[in-house]
């Protein structure tokens, strides 16, 4: 992602540069040797292939963020035995909890996968953000810890998934997460606001602000004002529209707190725990009815047809591998499109034409501006002032100061009557299209039905005041960055038919509906009347890019074409939670249609992609997925022995 707007780059950067000395100063200062000795006893706690059980009461396919929560959940009853089985291995260098690793996604924690060429933004491959590690997408993302707004999460049980809307999400929200509030002196001079009643419980995960905020946010905050966009208290308690602040998943020092220190790490001396790493999963096994009773797996890095080992499940397998895996163990073991399976030469065990389909993520964008009057000091100052450099790095010793900020603590999410006054006629357009025209080729009558009634669902929320269809995250800095949250687009991840243990082909069909531009092509006008606001004009802003050159209607989607980026790392949907007659894979109990045993717990299920950064929402899933298994734990199956 460094090629994408180099001004933001600079910022983000820049803005959390710590040098390699400093570090290594840190961490001997700061108890290395602690963290390290964790670690190894969590190395010692790991099984491995020849310490394998023949059965386990719970098998779950993926160690990342859902899985080890869930996993963690079901072992909290010593009889229940748990097999967690992740690709990844643990990532233990202290620099992946630092607020920098917000923006560092290294090569190893991730699949080496791309997308085919994207027609919707001139044929460039799209990103592709899938964790390989332990701890997943909570050990490689953003930490901004956010949540939708109560309309995202109330459409998927409008879809018809009961049981599933933000008020009956809320208590898992609340059970995952502990807020702390920001020092007094903070909160008191940039106005942070917070409410725990409504939105925050006491749970594993720490969230809380930095030490430090950038002062030329006082002047964003204020051109939201000016411009009549609402300001919100706490977004969090389902009130994600307009402008509200937002804390990081980190702990009092500003560390990562995610899946695998909050959950797994206190959870993993539990003897009816095991996580074997650096396996692959091939296929689910299946019993003459149709209950899922075990899984094949193989060492990472092996060839197709190298040893093949096999491990049974008594009660349940979960399959936890993700947005871009999970449809692809479904659809080698059976389960998938009819068509995609029979040309791959793999039995049909249930026709479910939304295996792999309803693809969905934040593609996103952003503008570059040069602030010629800034505030000081500002994001730049960490590059340009020795003086100012010198003092953060000093106080970052402590864990304090200007480099305990990661990408951000504040976020627009605008409504779209707020970002265009033409909001109706946009929602025209789409009500007058083919769905057919922009939906993948792939796509059959179930998955037209599924779009159809998801599609009017968008449109209502299109409509509506309290419903974000853009986000913009704002730190004081230069640039800012736009999501497009409620996409009109679908794409795919269907297996490749000519190797079905290579990675699937995905395809995001970014922008290919174009009314996904026209809504950035609006974000993009109405950003420039916020740069123009009084409030900004202290800081004297000059429009970089896409510059004042580029002005009309046309000139701003020709120019999205070679701007806009595929994937903001929330990709989703592609095991989607709804009623099989619309493509739906898994119910409202997350269980797999068609079959028994199976269910999924990740990301993969939501059926509409919400309008936040996903982690937050994939901790509520895998909560509320821990307590429907338990729930229906069958204790007339004798159980595995320890």
Known sequence: MDERWPVENVRIHTSLYISENLRRIILRIFGAQGYLDISR???????????????????????????LVIATR??????????????????????????????????????????????????????????AVVGGGSTVNGMLFDRGSADDYDNWEKLGNPGWGFNSLLPYFKKTATFTPPRADLTAEYNITWDIASAWGNGPIQA????????????????????????QKEGASGD??????????????????????????????????????????????????????????????SPNGATITTVKAIQEVILCAGWLHTPQILQRSGLGPKSL????????????????????????????????????????????????????????????????????????????????STYKSTINKVQAQSATTYLPKTYGTENLKGFLAQRALILKSYARNDSGVIEIMFNGNVSVSFLLEKTLSRGTVLLN?????????????TNINPVDSDIFVATIKFMRRWFQTTSMQHLTPVEQSPGTNVSTDA???????DNTFSSAGHSSGTAAMAPRALAGVVSPSLTVYGVTGLSVGDISIIPMIPATHTCATVYAISEKAADLIKARYNPKIAPASH
């Open 208 to 231: 809380t602000f930095p030490d430090w905020l950038w002062p030329t946010i006082k002047r964003q905050w204020a051109a939201w004002k000016e411009l009549g966009v609402p300001i």
């Open 41 to 67: 006893d969590i190395y010692s706690r790991q099984i491995s292939i020849s310490q394998l059980s023949s059965a386990y009461d719970y098998i779950v396919v993926g160690g990342g963020q859902s899985g």
């Open 497 to 509: 038919t000519t190797d079905r243990y290579s990675e699937p082909i995905i395809d995001f069909n």
């Open 74 to 131: 079901l072992s909290e009853d010593p009889a229940k035995t748990v097999l967690v089985v992740e690709y990844g291995y643990f990532d233990d260098d202290p620099a992946q909890l630092d607020p920098s690793s917000a923006t560092n996604y290294l090569p190893k924690d991730l699949f080496n996968v791309t997308t085919v060429p994207q027609p919707g933004i001139g044929g460039r491959l799209g990103d592709v953000f899938a964790a």
């Open 341 to 420: 399976l029979t040309q791959a030469g793999i039995p049909v065990l249930v026709d479910l034409p939304g295996v792999g389909s309803n693809l969905q993520d934040h593609p996103d964008m952003g503008m570059a501006f040069v602030y010629q009057t800034d505030d000081f000091p500002n994001p730049a100052s960490l590059i340009n002032n020795a003086t100012f450099k010198a003092w953060a790095d000093e106080q970052w010793v402590s864990r304090k100061g200007p480099l305990s900020v990661g990408i951000g603590n504040a976020l627009a999410t605008l409504p779209l009557p707020i970002i265009s």
């Open 240 to 301: 994600a529209f307009g402008a509200f602040w937002v804390p990081n998943n980190v702990d009092q020092t500003y560390r990562r707190s995610y899946a695998r220190n909050a959950f797994f790490d206190p959870a993993s001396s539990r003897p009816n725990l095991k996580l074997l790493t650096g396996y692959r999963v091939n296929e689910i096994l299946f019993s003459d009815n149709k209950r899922a009773n075990g899984i094949t797996m193989q060492a990472r890095g």
């Open 555 to 561: 000139q701003i989607a020709s120019w999205l074409v």
